[in-house]
């Protein structure tokens, strides 16, 4: 069953996935290309994640504070603000900075990877992602994550 996409104003969208299908890690995605935010959905979804979108900086920093994710994947180039600015945002939050973060570039610039890991990138990829390599990334920042949580 593929999931459907709800917009919302503000160019937040949700996921609508039966409710059997919503006990997965949440992943939130910023992503200003539908097409692309549409292939990750799917992706992630058919994978046992709960998706949800934002199309724009500003809907993603909200998004975040409402869903609470347990990991994002942002688009660097966004129409509003930089996705290396809300990545700065995220890690000068004190109950933020600890969320995983995979950036989403269409550069393979070195500078750009550099700048987005510098400005505290988890990890990086490049669009088009392989949607193997992604849901890998995905899966072992996730595990990552719940490993530090135990050894707290």
């Known amino acids: 069953m593929r999931p459907k996409l709800n917009g919302e104003a503000r160019g937040a969208m949700s996921l609508s996935v ?3 299908q919503q006990s ?3 992943i939130l995605i910023i992503e200003d290309d539908a097409a692309i935010a549409d292939v990750y959905v799917t992706m992630l979804a058919a994978a ?3 998706a949800s979108l934002a199309a724009d900086a500003r809907s993603g920093m909200r998004q975040i504070r ?4 347990d990991l994002v994947l942002l688009a ?3 129409p509003d603000i930089s996705g290396t600015q809300v990545l700065k945002a995220i890690r000068a939050d ?3 900075k600890t969320l ?3 950036v ?3 550069s393979a610039r070195v500078a750009d990877v550099l700048e987005a890991v510098s400005a505290g990138a988890d990890d990086c990829a490049i669009k088009p992602c392989e949607p193997a390599a992604l849901l890998f990334k995905v899966s072992h920042l996730l595990s990552l994550g719940s490993a530090r949580r135990q050894t707290r």
């Open 18 to 20: 039966p409710a059997s």
């Open 24 to 26: 997965g890690p949440k």
């Open 48 to 50: 046992g994640y709960e």
């Open 66 to 69: 409402l869903v609470r994710p």
């Open 76 to 78: 660097l180039n966004l």
């Open 94 to 96: 004190e109950a933020l």
């Open 100 to 102: 995983p973060v995979i």
């Open 104 to 106: 989403l570039t269409a």
